[in-house]
T-cell receptor, first 117, second 113 residues
Framework: AQSVTQLDSHVSVSEGTPVLLRCNYS??????LFWYVQHPNKGLQLLLK??????LVKGINGFEAEFKKSETSFHLTKPSAHMSDAAEYFC???????????????FGTGTQLKVEL | EPEVTQTPSHQVTQMGQEVILRCVPI?????FYWYRQILGQKVEFLVS????????KSEIFDDQFSVERPDGSNFTLKIRSTKLEDSAMYFC???????????FGPGTRLTVT
């Protein structure tokens, strides 16, 4: 079984300040972890992924996340928020084993990021 | 850059009617998925499909739902008799062999009245 907890449903930051979106996961197997972003009325875009290599993962648009097994966390950070970062962010877990046809994604409830001037 | 496409972008139907949602996955991908997102809720897995058969399905995916890959490019989700609670955004995704990354389409918003 696998699950994801996003600790904040809403986060508000000022433009130019750091962003921290928190995520904790639970998985019976070694997990793959992802962050997806959804802008209003748009689809889901992959920001970054952790599969098994470096624990600090860099993604698009300056975002990064660190896999911490001891804390079962995969928090998303960005040093300086931009107005265009305002969107909903989903932390997602999957079984790292590439089983035959499975590997469903389990989504968190999402964090709405608001960026103010 | 290759992308997953979905049609229609918005479908309105009456309760009890059948709907077919269409997806064109990325051409060299072999694994296909449907997810849905009810307004204000999280994205939920419905079904995965590989080698012309269902690999895994959730408890949501009951007998009213079916999937098909009728040709080499399309992947469809059929809801036989829609209910009000089927109103949601439906996302198709695909993945290539050996990769963990699923690529999502823009979604079809289904409204059941």
């Amino acid at each position: 079984a696998q699950s994801v907890t996003q600790l904040d449903s809403h986060v508000s930051v000022s433009e130019g300040t750091p962003v921290l979106l928190r995520c904790n996961y639970s998985s019976s197997y070694s997990p793959s972890l992802f962050w997806y972003v959804q802008h209003p009325n748009k689809g889901l875009q992959l920001l970054l992924k952790y599969t098994s290599a470096a624990t600090l993962v860099k993604g698009i648009n300056g975002f990064e996340a660190e896999f911490k097994k001891s804390e079962t966390s995969f928090h998303l950070t960005k040093p300086s928020a931009h107005m265009s970062d305002a969107a909903e962010y989903f932390c997602v877990v999957s079984d790292r084993r590439l089983t035959g046809g499975g590997n469903k994604l389990t989504f968190g409830t999402g964090t709405q990021l608001k960026v103010e001037l | 850059e290759p992308e997953v496409t979905q049609t229609p972008s918005h479908q309105v139907t009456q309760m009890g009617q059948e709907v077919i949602l269409r997806c064109v996955p990325i051409s060299n991908h072999l694994y296909f998925y449907w997810y849905r997102q009810i307004l204000g809720q999280k994205v939920e897995f419905l079904v995965s499909f590989y080698n012309n058969e269902i690999s895994e399905k959730s408890e949501i995916f009951d007998d009213q739902f079916s999937v098909e890959r009728p040709d080499g490019s399309n992947f469809t989700l059929k809801i036989r008799s829609t209910k009000l609670e089927d109103s949601a955004m439906y996302f198709c995704a695909s993945r290539e062999q050996g990769s963990h990354e699923q690529y999502f389409g823009p979604g079809t918003r289904l409204t059941v009245t």
